[in-house]
């Protein structure tokens, strides 16, 4: 970052993305960590508020979206489930602050 801090941490080999990827946002605080194979996101890949708290949590297989998907709100209370495979959404539940359900798709 222009400030100085680190921006992000990549391991590269023959120019591919390989093994842990990890972004910060200015001030210095984690903003995501994921795993790369042959240049593509495989398996949990997690982002964060700027307050540190999750706010994402992706599975990833061969680049595509797979599995399900968490997002939370900055306060840590869930806001979302989306499933996907093959990077293509199957269904999603959307929650308020309280955990009420508030949109379901199937």
Do not use: T, W
Request: proline share 1%; charged share 25%.
């Amino acid at each position: 970052h222009r400030n100085g801090n680190i921006k992000s941490k990549i391991h590269f080999i023959n120019d591919s993305m390989e093994g842990k990827v990890i972004y910060y946002y200015d001030d210095g605080k984690l903003l995501s960590e994921a795993q790369c194979v042959n240049n593509k996101l495989e398996g949990e890949v997690k982002r964060y508020h700027p307050n540190g708290i999750l706010g994402q949590k992706l599975n990833f297989s061969n680049g595509q979206l797979n599995g399900k998907a968490m997002y939370y709100f900055e306060s840590g209370n869930l806001n979302g489930i989306i499933n996907y495979k093959d990077g293509h959404r199957l269904d999603f539940i959307k929650y308020d602050e309280k955990g009420n359900i508030v949109k379901e798709q199937n």
